[in-house]
T-cell receptor, first 106, second 120 residues
Framework: ILLTQSPGTLSLSPGERATLSCRASQSIASSYLAWYQQKPGQAPRLLIY???SRATGIPARFSGSGSGTDFTLTISRLEPEDFAVYYC?????????FGPGTKVDI | QVQLLVESGGGVVQPGRSLRLSCAAS????????MHWVRQTPGRGLEWVAVISYDETDKYYGDSVKGRFTISRDNSKKMLYLEMNSLRVEDTAVYFCARYYTFWSAFDVWGQGTLVSVAS
């Protein structure tokens, strides 16, 4: 299953709303869709699992939604620390795939 | 206590040679979790490499490494390993070990990564 993410880059200002898209080449179970944040020089950090559940310690401004082949990560009001690259990831048929990422920059 | 994964063993290696990566786990019950290797390159982004089940009974590999890489673990030592043989230039990447939290179906703990460079 291939994942595509759009846009490739999202240029926004602090306080604005960010909407990131992840599309799968075939339908996937929502329970197997996750979102990660990665900053330069750091490992990815789990934000959302099961398409819409926030991981421990993740602020409420991060939310996930979607089903089937279309999933969305929304950051309601961007904080300075949210400027990073965001990846979606899915599991199916004993294999795991990541999307190419969306860079959110100022 | 913060769960921790620390990779080691990366370096520069010639094409066709071998390298073994290690990942030391701490502050969690290692033997209860499936463990993975994920790699990252600027060109190909994040790529899943391999998984080993908590009890070592199941192992799966990404197509690009199948037959060349072997994942293993030692639960008594809380260690995860990746034996990489017949290395290719395209295996150059930062390699992360990651814990898979089954209830969430997601990678919830990551190491800091170790860089493997395959070059002549």
């Amino acid at each position: 299953i291939l994942l595509t993410q759009s846009p490739g880059t999202l240029s926004l200002s602090p306080g604005e709303r960010a909407t990131l898209s992840c599309r799968a080449s075939q339908s996937i179970a929502s329970s197997y869709l996750a979102w990660y944040q990665q900053k330069p020089g750091q490992a990815p950090r789990l934000l959302i699992y099961g398409a819409s559940s926030r991981a421990t310690g993740i602020p409420a401004r991060f939310s996930g939604s979607g089903s089937g082949t279309d999933f969305t990560l929304t950051i309601s009001r961007l904080e300075p620390e949210d400027f990073a690259v965001y990846y979606c990831q899915q599991y199916g048929h004993s294999a795991f795939t990541f999307g190419p990422g969306t860079k959110v920059d100022i | 206590q913060v769960q921790l994964l620390v990779e080691s063993g990366g370096g520069v290696v010639q094409p066709g040679r071998s390298l073994r990566l290690s990942c030391a786990a701490s502050a969690f019950t290692f033997e209860n979790f499936d463990m993975h290797w994920v790699r990252q390159t600027p060109g190909r982004g994040l790529e899943w490499v391999a998984v080993i089940s908590y009890d070592e009974t199941d192992k799966y590999y990404g197509d690009s490494v199948k037959g060349r890489f072997t994942i293993s673990r030692d639960n008594s030592k809380k260690m995860l390993y990746l034996e990489m043989n017949s290395l290719r230039v395209e295996d150059t990447a930062v390699y992360f070990c990651a814990r898979y939290y089954t209830f969430w179906s997601a990678f919830d703990v990551w190491g800091q990564g170790t860089l493997v460079s395959v070059a002549s």
